[in-house]
């Protein structure tokens, strides 16, 4: 697998940690007891919509006659994103807090 070039690492940098967001959420949640519960299905939702669409631009991708390397790249980890997806339900409460994605 291919490193993430400097400026998505820049980019990811700026963004706060779950744990930041999660405090910032519970305090203004009437039920702080249902956040984190609520965060972790929210959060699978988004990896199954990243890979659903990253499957049509793949599908599409590979009808050019010069596909595009990086799309073979995505589509390469559809299945590690599909997997942590279900991780992420699996284990309620237990959300992945660290930026690599690992």
Same mark, same amino acid.
């Given at each position: 697998?291919?490193?993430?070039? $400097? &400026? %998505? +690492? =820049? !980019?990811? &940098?700026? @963004?706060?940690? &779950?744990?930041? @967001?999660?405090? %910032?959420? !519970?305090?203004?949640? /009437?039920? /702080?007891?249902? *956040?984190?519960? $609520?965060? %972790?299905?929210?959060?699978?939702?988004?990896?199954?919509? *990243? *890979?659903?669409?990253?499957?049509?631009?793949?599908?599409?991708? =590979?009808?050019?006659?010069?596909?595009?390397? =990086?799309?073979?790249?995505?589509? !390469?980890? @559809?299945?590690?994103?599909?997997?942590? &997806?279900?991780?992420?339900? %699996? +284990?309620?409460?237990?959300? +992945? @807090?660290? =930026? #690599?994605? #690992?």
């Amino acid at each position: 697998m291919t490193s993430r070039p $400097e &400026a %998505d +690492e =820049r !980019a990811a &940098a700026g @963004l706060p940690f &779950a744990t930041e @967001l999660l405090a %910032d959420y !519970a305090a203004v949640h /009437p039920q /702080p007891s249902t *956040v984190t519960e $609520e965060l %972790d299905w929210f959060l699978a939702l988004c990896h199954y919509k *990243v *890979v659903s669409t990253v499957a049509v631009l793949s599908k599409r991708n =590979r009808r050019q006659p010069n596909p595009d390397h =990086r799309m073979q790249v995505a589509e !390469a980890s @559809l299945s590690t994103v599909i997997e942590r &997806a279900h991780r992420i339900l %699996d +284990e309620p409460g237990r959300i +992945e @807090l660290n =930026r #690599s994605g #690992s």
